[in-house]
């Protein structure tokens, strides 16, 4: 019998399973277990496991020959025959012993095996090993109708699929010149998935002649082992009562500190994986997908949904996709960045500000800020047509088009994997009522219309009065995030001044840069400051709320979450985006903030270049701060333990550690399984999409985190953390609604950015109606001469208010005192009818940034509609061969059945001629 394990061969796969002769033999240890009235204390084993126990050693007297790795490896019984399937691990000081006692007294009545281990590092410390028999295996699959491979799949091509093939032989020819396979898996380390090339049905035992058994061991694999045991762990009563049931209950009042299933063994090996193979699955993921020397291949998603489940594979799945998505609109960033610099000596804008020695600007604060000539401006002039240029619009555009294409190619992508993975027809099963739900609404029942049972019942008025209650609180959390934002505004033009007034050069000339710099770098740290305090909340009045099930309560919380962070995260951008300069006034004028602190201006060469910088830090210090918790955190946390497990064991003192003690010692997957993980690309989409125009190499960012994203979370999955319970799922849930409302919204504000950040409308107004190629229909650089000067009104120095006028005279540009200066708006100069007033040009270029967001938004989602439309969710080719394939099973399920009955027809006739014959 080998371990359960993948090993390569010759350069050929092969998939060892652990093979037991009979796994209905109970030897007379597992008799004891299995006996209710067996005191628990004596199913205690301590020691290592390398020691071979008297059970096995019997067996081995008696012919029955038990691997000596089995017994070492830490994934079987002490009699090395029995694969573990679930650990549960509690502590002898806990004071819950009865009701631990009555839960595992019913698991042994479910038929499930159990020994006893006590730790290696703490006696104190118990792990409660479970294994399942084939019989219980057989009728818990039955019951939840775990589909199980019955027939060899007859693929259908389709002529595309045939033409395809033929393409890829001629590119095959080429490929030996590359020293890499870029993005290719290697095929020849990877095992045969054999459930991948199967027809697959719900299993039934009395059909079981239907299905592909090669051994009974092996039929179900490790990861449907265990979801089944857990199944079985969530129906069992710990307590005679009503409803006293599950293992969830017990992990939350404390009679277990944890249950898991194992790992498949270490995840390294001393020999090289193309030599000597691969040691098991882990090892395997490991090498062919948590390495970062494999980060150009794809990743082995079947394999990683035969390890973690369909729910893991999933998210792998959505974010390779996303990930690769990300190639195209990352390279048209690049090139709309790269057109920026290409241009820049060609940019009439940006020369006329460079050369504009003799335009002084009025100061951008009160008192300290002095005078500046606005060729001071020349470098951020240059900067802010890297982002706004000509392509801007061009890339806002294809950004909005390219995420509808995104989330209509997943679907179909989705559907591939769904039925590959055997998706397509699998429903969720009723989900059991929560229960805090159950305690909390324990006295009013009425009968389920699906079960005929009595339920617990939340009455429609305290459901509502508990929703105005949380909607309140989710109201109050977003009131604290525009508080935040307030504060921030206000550092803003407190700090402009104070840095105005600096005593080093740099931060004095330099003063709005610096004060946005900070501003964003504090932000930032009251941002994952203010992120602590929402998940309390968010926890606190999801409870509120006493969702049914779980997964209205997960999709109850993600909505929270996300729409407080969502909030949190992009309240200072959309402030700087939309308001910033906005609201100011003129010279003379000003709005102010509790009638003190003058509102703060947008830099002379706009505000664009304040957007960039606040997307750029906040982008680049997010990712680098998720990065390092998510792998980080777990190392140090990991490292801490093995050091504390040293310690208490002496450096003199080696011990072998079995595989249970070894995943204890590792993290716990998140509370939350995958919110964390989906968030963070959640939230990392939106900030792609929503102010694209204005940073246009957002995506190239994305793209390059994400390429560490999946290998950081490949590496965390299979060295850091505890396996996780492998789940089913047929999409990603609700993250799918959310993407899409990002997208909504990603063409509302590129829309407003390019309309009112950006200065496209002005100076394409400009050119048209007001510089030297009006009324011609041109639009090229010569029709911008005079722009700069046609975009900024003049100001009488003597109409200051006197808490704003500055410091200085102004003297030092010109050596007399100036009398006027100059500020970016379309307003009237001091000596017309209506001073100050604004100009026939300012309400053109209103009505065309009207115009613009209007004409925009409707092309935009007239073209996301189409493309919606002529995309189908399902390619053509799947839909034909999911017809095949139902064709074929129908075909087959009848030969087989007519096989079967013409095979007992004979039987029968035999067993009469037989006994015809033995009549007298």
């Known amino acids: 019998m080998e371990a359960s394990s993948s090993g390569i061969t010759n350069g050929k796969t092969k998939v060892f399973h652990p093979v037991a002769k009979d796994v209905n033999i109970l030897f007379d240890e597992l008799e004891a277990v299995n006996s209710p009235c067996k005191d628990d204390d004596s199913l205690l084993h301590p020691g290592n496991l390398t020691s071979t126990s008297d059970d096995a050693s019997r067996l081995e007297a008696g012919g029955e020959t038990v691997p000596e790795k089995n017994k070492s490896n830490g994934l079987y019984f002490r009699d090395g025959k029995c694969r573990i399937d679930y650990i549960l691990v509690y502590r002898k000081s806990n004071p819950q012993t009865e009701k631990r006692e009555v839960f595992e007294r019913n698991i042994r009545a479910e038929g499930l095996q159990m020994e006893k281990e006590s730790s290696l ?36 091509l389709p002529r595309r699929y045939k033409f395809m093939s033929r393409i890829d032989k001629q590119i095959s020819r080429f490929r030996r010149w590359l020293p890499k ?25 009395q059909r079981i002649h239907h299905f592909i058994i090669h051994n009974k061991d092996t039929f179900f694999n490790n990861a449907t082992r265990s979801r089944i045991v857990h199944h079985i762990l969530q129906r069992i009563k710990y307590e005679e009562g009503k409803n006293k049931i599950g293992l969830n209950r017990l992990l939350t009042n404390g009679s277990y500190e944890a249950a898991f299933p194992l790992h498949e063994g270490s995840y390294r090996s001393k020999n090289s994986i193309r030599t000597h193979g691969a040691v098991n699955h882990r090892h395997l993921l490991y090498e062919c997908w948590a390495s970062w020397g494999v980060w150009y291949k794809y990743q082995p998603l079947d394999l990683v949904r035969r390890y973690f489940g369909e729910k893991i594979g999933l998210y792998f799945a959505w974010l390779g996709w996303y990930t690769g998505m990300l190639f195209p609109a990352a390279f048209i960033g690049l090139f709309v960045f790269l057109y920026g610099v290409i241009t820049l000596d060609h940019c009439q804008v940006s020369k006329e500000v460079c050369q504009a020695t003799d335009i002084i600007m009025c100061p951008v604060c009160d008192k300290y800020c002095p005078f ?37 190619f997943w679907k179909r992508r989705r559907a591939v994997i769904a039925y590959d993975w055997d998706l397509i027809d699998w429903e969720e099963e009723e989900e059991e009522i929560r229960p805090q739900f159950e305690a909390k609404y324990s006295k009013k029942e009425r009968m389920n219309p699906i079960s005929g049972k009595p339920e617990p019942y939340q009455a429609f008025a305290d459901k509502c009065s508990r929703l105005i209650v949380s909607a309140s609180g989710i109201f109050f959390m977003i009131c604290v995030v525009i508080a935040a934002v307030f504060g921030i505004v206000i550092y803003r033009v407190v700090t402009v001044s104070t840095f105005a007034a600096f005593k080093w050069a740099l931060i004095r000339n330099n003063s709005q840069v610096a004060t946005t710099g900070t501003a964003v770098c504090i932000n930032f740290c009251i941002i994952m400051l203010l992120n602590v305090l929402y998940e309390k909340v968010a926890l606190l009045l999801t409870n509120l709320e006493q969702p049914r099930t779980e997964s209205e ?24 985006a939309f308001f910033l300069g906005r609201f100011t006034g003129h010279p003379g004028a000003y709005l102010r903030l509790i009638n003190r602190w003058r509102l703060e201006e947008c830099h002379p060469s706009g505000c664009l270049i304040d957007l960039c910088m606040q997307m750029g830090i906040i982008m680049v210090l997010k ?43 590792l993290q716990p997957m998140n509370a939350y399984g995958l919110f964390d993980e989906y968030l963070e690309m959640i939230l990392q989409f939106g900030f792609t999409t929503i102010f694209v125009a204005a940073f246009p190499l957002a995506p190239l960012l994305a793209l390059l985190n994400n390429i560490i994203e999946i290998r950081l979370d490949a590496y965390k999955f299979v060295t850091q953390w505890r396996r996780p319970l492998a789940s089913r799922a047929k999409d990603i849930g609700i993250w799918y609604g959310i993407l899409e409302g990002i997208g909504i919204l990603s063409v509302i504000t590129n829309a407003f950015v390019i309309a009112i950040t950006s200065d496209f ?23 911008m001469v005079g722009y700069v000067n046609a975009s900024l009104s003049v100001f009488r120095i003597s109409d200051f208010e006197n808490r704003s006028e500055p410091e200085s005279d102004g003297s030092e540009f010109s050596g007399t005192p100036l009398k006027y200066c100059r500020y970016r708006d379309y307003r009237d100069p001091p000596h017309s009818l209506v001073p ?66 013409q095979k007992e027809r004979k039987e029968r006739k035999k067993n009469g001629k037989a006994h015809h014959n033995e009549w007298p």
């Not at 890297?386 to 294809?398: K, M, P, R």
């Not at 190392?635 to 002496?650: D, M, S």
């Open 553 to 576: 309560w997960e999709n109850s919380f993600t909505l929270k979450m996300f729409l407080f962070q969502f909030v949190n995260l992009n309240s200072s951008t959309f402030y700087i």
């Open 836 to 901: 100050y007033g604004y100009t026939l040009q300012f309400w053109h270029v209103l009505a065309a940034r009207l115009a613009f967001i209007i004409v925009f938004e409707h092309l935009v989602f007239c073209i996301k509609h189409l493309i919606s439309y002529l995309i189908p969710d399902l390619p053509k080719d799947l839909r034909d061969r999911m017809r095949r394939e139902k064709y074929l099973i129908q075909e087959m399920m009848y030969e087989a059945e007519l096989e079967r009955l």
């Open 121 to 156: 590092i703490n006696s104190d410390i118990i792990f409660v090993k479970l294994h399942a028999p084939w019989e219980v295996l057989g009728r818990y699959a039955e019951q939840m109708n775990v589909r199980m491979p019955f027939r060899r799949k007859i693929y259908y």
């Open 181 to 205: 396979k870029p993005m290719r898996l290697d095929k020849e380390t990877l095992p045969d998935l054999e459930e991948n090339d199967c027809y697959t049905a719900p299993f039934s035992q």
């Open 623 to 665: 990712q680098t701060w998720n990065n390092f918790m998510e792998l980080g955190y777990p190392l140090i946390q990991n490292w801490w333990t093995r050091r504390k497990v040293r310690q208490e064991r002496g450096p003199e003192r080696k011990i072998s550690f079995p595989q249970w003690e070894k995943d204890y010692n």
């Open 761 to 783: 409308i002005p100076r394409l107004v400009y050119a048209y109606k007001y510089g030297p190629c009006a009324g011609q229909g041109e639009a090229g650089q010569k029709c």
């Open 372 to 408: 500046m000539r606005l060729s001071d401006s020349c470098v951020y002039a240059k900067v802010t047509h890297l982002f706004d240029n000509g392509a801007t619009v061009f890339f806002a555009v294809f950004m909005a088009v390219w995420a509808t294409v995104f989330l209509e």
